[in-house]
Nanobody
Framework: VQLQASGGGLVQAGDSLRLSCAVSGRSLSNYAIGWFRQAPGKEHEFVAAIVWSDSSTVYADSVKNRFTISKDKAKNTVYLEINGLKPEDTAVHYC?????????????????????WGQGTQVTVSS
């Protein structure tokens, strides 16, 4: 599975962004696509995930009211809509693919349960 994240940039606090994750390589019927972010000096933080087969979603509590994950099956693309951006949202945002059979809880919130990762897209929010 190959993933290509895009859509990041330098924005002001309060702005909105839509990140995209183009996925290719194999059938995604048994996969979830997750978004994670990594701020400087910190570990990967789970943001949201979507199950490809039924579009069920899960969010980190810290972003639940501002982030929306969705997918376009025809384009094999997953989106992360971010509203009301805050300076603390500044991070490299990654998308990743994790297979259903490898985890107990699906979709997982753990980075280690996602075997395939994209290169990340930088989001920088100025105050």
């Amino acid at each position: 599975v190959q993933l290509q994240a895009s859509g990041g940039g330098l924005v002001q606090a309060g702005d909105s962004l839509r990140l995209s994750c183009a996925v290719s390589g194999r059938s995604l019927s048994n996969y979830a696509i997750g978004w994670f972010r990594q701020a400087p000096g910190k570990e990967h933080e789970f943001v949201a995930a979507i199950v490809w087969s039924d579009s069920s979603t899960v969010y980190a509590d810290s972003v639940k009211n501002r982030f929306t994950i969705s997918k376009d099956k025809a384009k094999n693309t997953v989106y992360l809509e971010i509203n009301g951006l805050k300076p603390e949202d500044t991070a490299v945002h990654y998308c990743a693919a994790g297979r259903r059979s490898t985890v107990v809880i699906f979709p997982s919130r753990l980075p280690s349960d996602y075997a395939y990762w994209g290169q990340g897209t930088q989001v920088t929010v100025s105050s």
